[in-house]
């Protein structure tokens, strides 16, 4: 047997479409999304990752507002801005690309983004909003890789899901969005002793530690769904995933390829989150 690929690429080119169509309609009714990006300073790896955001933004309708600051920007003044974006009627999304300049706590600069364009789904209330249930942003990978597993049409009542990493970010976002749908979830790390007992008896299995082969194929069950969320380099520099995909396409029933699975559906659900909060904004002023 070998595994069936998730295309990330194709399933994000469905899922843009419909927010194309759908940030259309709005437009025409005079709103037009609009997400604001922030970057200070010169990151080389931020700097591609903005610039992927902000094209997908002018590909499918949305309105992108970028703004580039020294990497010895204050905090003061960064926090100012944001409060701009967050006054901005316009502005329906607020995204500050990470990591930030040591000198800025990050934190505080999530927690002042107003939670009605917090589309990154990182501060504290769209946290709790996520473990609860109630409707908010969810976090764009984990998002993400729950559309790419409801795209296999594996109904994920009763199965088990392990997912490997703790991060705020993905790892426990991606297990609270798993047991929300039913799964009985297992949450793996770096302290967990013998990850393979677990790891075998998952039918969905989430990678996401940042670590290459963390997975392999005497560590996965036969059949089941795995996700790589890591982004790697391998001894000669190509890109590559937490799995060992070799190994483990053999085995599995589904798998994400890297790249072209969980990556573009990161920026997709991105343009999801804004859409989304642009449509509250036109039914609250119905």
């Not at 309609?25 to 591609?48: C, E, F, H, R, Y």
Request: charged share 20%; proline share 6%.
């Amino acid at each position: 047997m070998t595994a069936q690929l998730i295309d990330g690429n194709a399933l994000s080119k469905q899922i843009r479409a419909e927010v194309a169509q759908r940030a259309a309609a709005l437009t025409a009714k005079g709103i037009k999304p609009g997400l604001a990006v922030v970057l200070v300073g010169d990151n080389p790896a931020s700097a591609v990752y903005v610039r992927n955001k902000i094209k997908a933004c002018e590909d499918y309708g949305l309105r992108s507002v970028f703004e580039k600051y020294e990497a010895s920007l204050d905090e003061s003044a960064l926090l100012a801005r944001i409060a701009a974006l967050n006054a901005d009627p316009s502005i329906h999304g607020i995204l500050v690309q990470m990591p930030l300049p040591a000198h800025i706590d990050a934190h505080k600069v999530i927690e002042a983004i107003s939670p009605a364009k917090d589309v990154d789904g990182y501060s504290v209330l769209s946290a709790g909003e996520t473990l609860t249930g109630l409707p908010g942003f969810r976090p764009c990978t984990p998002y993400g890789c729950m559309k790419l597993i409801e795209s296999t049409g594996v109904s994920l009542k009763g199965k088990h899901a392990v997912v490997i990493g703790r991060s705020n970010t993905v790892g426990k976002p991606m297990a609270l969005l798993l047991l929300q749908a039913n799964a009985t979830v297992t949450i793996c790390h770096s302290a967990t002793p013998d990850l393979g007992v677990y790891t075998r008896q998952a039918d969905i299995v989430v990678a996401a530690v940042g670590r290459r082969n963390v997975l392999t194929a005497e560590m996965v069950k036969p059949g089941a769904i795995v996700i790589d969320v890591g982004m790697n380099r391998n001894d000669e520099g190509k890109l590559c995933g937490d799995v060992d995909f070799a190994g483990v396409q053999p085995v599995v029933g589904w798998i994400t390829p890297v790249p072209g699975g969980v990556g573009p559906m990161t920026i997709t659900m991105l343009l999801v989150n804004t859409l989304e909060s642009a449509e509250r904004v036109a039914a609250a002023n119905v």
